[in-house]
């Protein structure tokens, strides 16, 4: 059974910096990509990140240079290191196993003006 669990998530000012972490198991890690998302109150669910299975990485326009997906292949874990946050990057963020179409629960990141 594919079990994602999110953590790091938390409330901090604008300009600070969140580290998100997603621990995968249930499945072959190192032959999977992985993608975080977010979802804000009333909006959409977006697509934040990907990184392959050999670490090609991809970024929404409005994270890039500000956020840095990665993996340990070793720990089974992704991910999120998120500097110069803004109040507009308030939102649950989720982390997505692609091959398995799997989803963690969600970690909720709170940034205040």
């Known amino acids: 059974q594919v079990q994602l669990v999110e953590s790091g998530g938390g409330l901090v000012q604008a300009g600070g910096s969140l580290r998100l972490s997603c621990a995968a198991s249930g499945i072959i890690f190192s032959f999977n990509a992985f993608d975080w998302y977010r979802q804000a109150p009333g909006k959409q669910r977006e697509l934040v990140a990907t990184i392959t299975r050999v670490g090609s990485t991809n970024y929404a326009d409005s994270v890039k240079g500000r956020f840095t997906i990665s993996r340990d292949n070793a720990k089974n874990t992704v991910y999120l290191q998120m500097n110069s946050l803004k109040p507009e990057d308030t939102a649950v963020y989720y982390c997505?196993?692609?091959?398995?179409?799997?989803w963690g629960q969600g970690t909720q990141v709170t940034v205040s003006p």
């Open positions: 997505h196993a692609y091959s398995y179409n799997s």
